[in-house]
């Protein structure tokens, strides 16, 4: 059955859990300063992401993408990991975290400090573009150029179509990187979800998984969401306050 418990339920929790995978969305890098999707007047209203058939089809589009992208980018430009990117930080040290499935394309699981071999990206990473076709990685300050000087997007040397390496509305997800979380949530025993809506699929099915597959699932999260219901524990509030406090009770003395 759900239980709504308090922080120092959560910390035993996590206290006795030895693989613990956590999957994160846009919620854990909001108190860094980095908006997220869903929550009322979000900027990513205004700079809506382009569908990838429109992206791909339309040289307009191409431009006008790269215009949104860099609008955000520049919302929050140097923002830093949050009390949430240490607290899985610290759980990779403690050896206790199997992997770190996140939505997130800002890169903060990466400045944490956390090893990258942990992280899974299921959405990409938007500090930087590749090409479509040959995949070459692009940097981001000659793609602002290009389009600042032409106004257009660039191409690649190869003649793809270079891009975000997001993944767009519309675009596959990585097999690699689904393959890699499902196998992780399938044998974890604990599945610590923070700061997600669970509305986004097929990433919000990993919960579900987990469950099935004999994990407790944790949601951390301001608000309800879909999977509360299948949850063994909902935490609700403010994450950086309560993985913050989480921090403070397993510091050393
Ligand atoms: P979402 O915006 O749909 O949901 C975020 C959830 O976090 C919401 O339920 C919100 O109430 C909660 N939340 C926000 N700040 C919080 C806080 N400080 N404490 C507690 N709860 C908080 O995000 P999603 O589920 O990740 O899906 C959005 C999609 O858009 C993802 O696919 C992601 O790729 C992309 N996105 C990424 C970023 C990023 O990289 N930081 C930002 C926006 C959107
Ligand atoms: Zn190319």
Avoid at 4 to 16: F, G, K, Q
Avoid at 26 to 54: H, K, L, Y
Wanted: hydrophobic share 40%; proline share 6%; with cysteine.
């Amino acid at each position: 059955m759900t239980e709504t418990i308090d922080r120092d339920d959560l910390a035993a929790l996590v206290a006795r859990s030895n693989r613990i995978v956590g999957f994160t969305g846009a919620g854990i890098s909001t108190e860094c300063g980095v908006p997220d999707f869903r929550s009322p007047d979000s900027p990513w209203r205004r700079n809506a992401p382009i569908p990838f058939a429109d992206f791909c089809k339309d040289p307009a589009m191409r431009a006008e993408a790269w215009r949104r992208k860099f609008a955000m980018d520049d919302l929050y430009a140097g923002a830093c990991p949050g009390q949430g990117h240490a607290f899985f930080a610290d759980l990779a040290r403690e050896g206790k975290l199997v992997a770190l499935i996140t939505q997130n394309i800002d890169a903060l699981h990466h400045a944490s400090g956390l090893d990258r071999d942990l992280i899974i990206e299921l959405h990409g990473n938007g500090t930087y573009a590749t090409c479509l076709d040959c995949g070459r990685r692009h940097e981001l300050p000659a793609v602002r150029a290009f389009l600042a000087d032409t106004g257009s997007a660039p191409t690649c040397p190869c003649g793809g179509i270079v891009k975000s390496a997001t993944i767009s509305f519309g675009q596959s997800l990585p097999a690699d990187a689904l393959q890699r979380a499902c196998d992780v949530a399938g044998s974890c025993d604990l599945f610590l979800v923070v700061g997600s809506s669970l509305v986004v699929r097929p990433a919000a099915d990993l919960p579900r998984l987990a469950k099935q597959s004999g994990a407790t699932l944790a949601i951390v999260n301001r608000e309800a969401t879909p999977l509360d219901p299948i949850a063994d524990v909902i935490v609700r509030g403010e994450i950086g306050d309560i993985l913050g406090s989480l921090r403070q009770a397993a510091a050393p003395v």
